[in-house]
Structures are given as structure tokens and as C-alpha cells.
């Protein structure tokens, strides 16, 4: 999913961006606790299906139905370049959501396929597929459970999706670095991790340290019988280091990206008076060996 949350990683409240999903599912509280991998795996088709409408909604003119934009920064695939050439490159975007980056790559030459966990955010990546006239192929599959065979791919990419989302992120590095080609490039963004101290609030408010950076314990929100409705998974940059070591990639580069000047977009927790003082977007550059 190419998905900034809405929700409070973090923090103490709901997010109103997103009430009709959080109706929808029944979700009455937060807690950080312990999630295993297949009540995350849950949680996240819940949550995604329940919000694609909504997140659409209220993000799809920003992401465009034919743009590679990285992160809530706005830093553009066009201008930035971090995938390297992509003309004639079999790429796979990991948590496509609507799938607006692989519309952008495949206006570039490349030969992109989308995959999601969500059918709902698959959805809405066909109806953009028709809407845009550019039409890419999508798959409804695990990001830990690849369904596609060795050294498929030449690039694989994910701009906020599925990484933060599941139980064994570091799973989710093995598969990619099975799944491309030796060379090949690997570069996601997600939240940067130092947010995970802070509470989710775009104002003053968020600039307080809530939580520990050291605290890996999952950000769940559940309903009245217990059951976990939207989760997501905390590692520190260390952690994040550490498993693309393991997995057998290089770490190229980090960029995190400042806010631009004049750019006013609040989204969640990213605003200018929090752009200003703490990063907001980790982006991973890494290759294969």
C-alpha cells in the first residue's frame, strides 16, 4: 500500500480522517501490546479494505493516479531518481495501494506489477487503471510470501507500504532479495522511526516525546471482543539496518527528506512546524548482491 496512516502510531486518539473505517470495524481502544504475525496479517486486510474509499478520497489528488511520489514531503521518483533507469526493468512495487507509482513507472518504460494485501486498495487501483488509461497488473498477496519465483524482478520499490505493516519485517527483506535479480535495487520509505516517540498530532502537541524509540511493542487499535483492527510495527533504524544486512542487500543510502519550502500539505502527523524540527520519511536505498 502506498499508505501514510491516518491513524495514532504512538499518540492517544483516534485520527478523524479516518472515522468511517474505525466505525466500520467496530474499533473502541489502543493499546501497545504483543501481535503474531497472522493477527496482523488481519488487521491489516481489515483496516486497508474498510479505508480504501476514504483513503482515496482524501489523498488521491495529492498521489495522483499516475505519480511516484515517496512520501508526504513530496519528494517525486521524476526528480529524485533513487530507483536508477527504469526503462526496460521488470519492477515490483511491495503494498501498491492504488497503485500510482506503477502507473508512473510504467509511463517510463518499465514493466511494473502492483502487489497488495488489500482487496479494497486493489480496487481502487483498477479503477485508476481505467480512469488513467494506464493499465498495470496487480496481485493480492502477502509481502512475506512473495508469489513469484526467484530473480523475477530487476527493481522492487514501496512508498509507505507493507513494511511497517507486518509481524516480520525482516521476512518481507528476505523475500524481496529472493525475488530480484543480482544488482537490483530496493528503496522504500516509511515513517522515520524517530516518530514512533512523538505522538501523532501535526501541531505543538506532537513535538513532546511521548513514547520510547526503544520500544518495539506494536501499536495495535481493537474493538469491544479484543480483536485487533489496524496494527502496525516499530524498528529502530538499527533494527531496519540490521535486517537488510541479513537479508544480503547493501544499504546504499538513507535519504530523509526535509520539508520543502511553501509546502503547506498537512497529512496526519507531517506538517511544517513538525517537518521543520524532525524528520518525517526514512527512504532506503539498498542493492542486491
Known amino acids: 500500500m502506498q499508505n501514510t496512516s491516518d491513524t495514532d502510531p504512538g499518540g492517544d486518539g483516534f485520527s478523524d480522517g479516518h472515522v468511517s473505517a474505525v466505525q466500520a470495524l467496530g474499533t473502541t481502544g489502543i493499546v501497545h501490546r504483543p501481535v503474531g504475525p497472522a493477527e496482523s496479517r488481519s488487521a491489516s486486510r481489515l483496516w486497508w479494505d ?8 482524501t489523498h488521491g489528488e495529492f498521489l495522483g493516479d499516475v505519480r511516484f511520489r515517496w512520501c508526504p514531503e513530496g519528494l517525486v521518483e521524476s526528480e529524485a531518481g533513487l530507483l536508477g533507469p527504469v526503462d526496460g526493468r521488470d519492477v515490483l512495487e511491495v ?14 518504460g518499465a514493466r ?19 480512469r488513467s488509461g494506464v493499465d498495470v497488473p496487480l496481485v493480492l498477496a502477502d509481502a512475506t510470501e512473495l508469489p513469484f519465483p526467484d530473480a523475477r524482478f530487476d527493481l522492487a520499490c514501496s512508498a509507505f507500504g507493507a513494511v511497517p505493516f507486518v509481524d516480520d519485517s525482516a521476512a518481507v527483506m528476505r523475500e524481496v532479495h529472493r525475488v530480484l535479480r543480482p544488482g537490483g535495487r530496493w528503496v522504500f520509505a516509511t515513517t522515520h522511526p524517530l516518530r514512533w516517540a512523538f505522538p501523532d498530532d ?28 489496524y496494527v502496525e510495527h516499530h524498528r529502530t533504524l538499527g533494527d531496519r539496518v540490521r535486517e537488510l544486512v541479513g537479508a ?38 539498498c542493492r542486491r548482491d
Open 202 to 229: 501535526p501541531g505543538p502537541e506532537g513535538l513532546t516525546v511521548y513514547h520510547s524509540y526503544f520500544d518495539r511493542t506494536p501499536y495495535a487499535e481493537f474493538d469491544d471482543d479484543g480483536r485487533a483492527t
Open 50 to 57: 474498510a479505508d480504501a474509499d476514504d483513503y482515496q478520497a
Open 95 to 108: 503494498g501498491c495501494g492504488a497503485a500510482s507509482c506503477s502507473r508512473w513507472l510504467a509511463t517510463q
Open 112 to 130: 511494473p506489477v502492483g502487489l497488495d494485501l488489500s482487496a479494497g486498495m486493489l480496487r481502487q487501483a483498477r479503477a485508476a487503471n481505467a
Open 248 to 285: 544480503g542487500f547493501e544499504l546504499v543510502d538513507l535519504i530523509e527528506p526535509e520539508w520543502p519550502e511553501g509546502h503547506q500539505e498537512v497529512w496526519g502527523q507531517w506538517s511544517p512546524l513538525r517537518g521543520a524540527l524532525v524528520p518525517g520519511t526514512a527512504i532506503y536505498v
